[in-house]
């Protein structure tokens, strides 16, 4: 079994874990860090799709914020959502209904 690296307390270091991690991010369209990688740095990433709908490119904001539930964290969340949408609409992609 392949030993995951911790970086700080908070670093996701079981591949179960992991992968219901990830399912929640297909589910919710974007991933947060929660200081996992340096203790009080926060991110949001949100996908870029091409005219094919494939994921092409990851757009994030990096941040201290203080907590991923203060509202600045949750207006960088929404921000960056937009913004990567925007730019997959610029490079075709047509988000289905």
Known sequence: KAQMQRYTPHTIADMDTLLSQ????????????DGEY????RSVSAPVYDNRGQIQYALTTVGFFRRVSAEDF????EYTVKQALML????????PL
């Open 22 to 33: 990830l399912a929640a991010i297909r589910e919710q369209g974007y991933a947060v860090e």
């Open 38 to 41: 340096k203790v009080g740095l």
């Open 74 to 77: 949750l207006s960088a969340v």
């Open 88 to 95: 997959s609409t610029a490079l075709g992609y047509e988000k």
